[in-house]
């Protein structure tokens, strides 16, 4: 298995942003087990083809990565990344215990759940019966969405639900440029807390996005290797693309992890308080 990079640089990245000594900052016990959610309520989103960035990523990092593939119709993930992905559905309870059971199972191998539009208000409602949120935080397992977001009236306001129905859950609106074409929804899409900026993914150069739909190379090989089946000045464009694209995975990875730690600081300096205040009153 891969070593996880981010859990190799993470302390020193920790004490810079938070400007302790590295005595203060110790990294995390366990290792960063995430579960993203790749949702969209709309279809023409640019939801898979962010899944499939995401997977991408953590392959990296994890050299185990585990997808499952909620779409509908050719289950487009699957297709793309066959080796990785499941194709199920949630349905049944037998498919939601197969689907959710494998999201809090202890190990080290990440997942990425690519949700269809047809699936995206069921899935939810599952997880908010089932208290899945509350189950993966004892778990250590961390949950983020990434909500691919578009114009339409109904991504925001599907967004907006969420954060209403779960205001613990890290949600983060993705603004992909190829989607988007120039619309200005930010507005539309206001965060709530620091660890869920959202991810600007910026348009591909014209003329790659032949390549990333007919090629087998996935990004994480654009990534360290140069494909031969690609002309190299085109691999070289879609490695600089797809190296500042994981760049804004990494910083949503750390992002997560400060906020962690400046809880656990604050919770620490809190105990620390009563302990000593229940000293002197001895």
């Not at 990565?65 to 080796?83: I, K, Q, T, Y």
């Not at 591909?204 to 290797?225: I, K, M």
Request: net charge neutral; proline share 6%.
């Amino acid at each position: 298995m891969a070593t996880n990079q981010s859990q190799r640089s993470i302390t020193a990245a920790l004490e810079d942003a938070l400007g302790l000594p590295s005595a203060t900052v110790a990294p995390p016990k366990e290792p960063w087990r995430p579960v993203a959610i790749v949702a969209s309520p709309r279809p023409a989103s640019g939801k898979t083809f962010l899944a499939r960035l995401v997977t991408d990523f953590f392959s990296i990092d994890y050299g185990e990565v585990e997808a499952f593939d909620l779409g509908g119709g050719d289950h487009p993930l699957a297709a793309s990344r066959p080796r990785t992905t499941t194709c199920c559905g949630i349905q049944s309870t037998g498919d939601q215990v197969a689907l959710f059971d494998r999201l809090v199972v202890k190990d080290r191998i990440a997942k990425v759940i690519d949700v269809g539009h047809e699936s995206f208000a069921r899935l939810f409602t599952v997880i908010e019966e089932i208290g899945f949120l509350e189950e993966a935080h004892r778990r250590e397992v961390e949950v983020v969405v990434l909500f691919a977001a578009d114009a339409h009236a109904v991504s925001a306001q599907a967004y907006r639900a969420l954060q209403h129905r779960f205001p613990d859950m890290v949600l983060v609106p993705v603004f992909n440029e190829g989607v988007l074409r120039g619309q200005k929804i930010r507005d539309d899409y206001r965060v709530a807390r620091a660890s869920a900026v959202p991810l600007q993914l910026t348009i591909l150069p014209p003329g790659l996005s032949t390549y990333v739909q007919n090629t087998d190379s996935t990004f994480a090989e654009f990534h360290d290797f140069l494909p031969i089946s690609v002309p190299i000045g085109r691999a070289l464009e879609l490695r600089a693309w797809t190296r500042r694209t994981f760049i804004e995975f990494r910083e949503l990875e750390l992002r997560i992890l400060l906020e962690k730690v400046r809880a656990s600081l604050a919770d620490t300096a809190s105990t620390r308080t009563e302990q000593r205040r229940a000293s002197q009153a001895l």
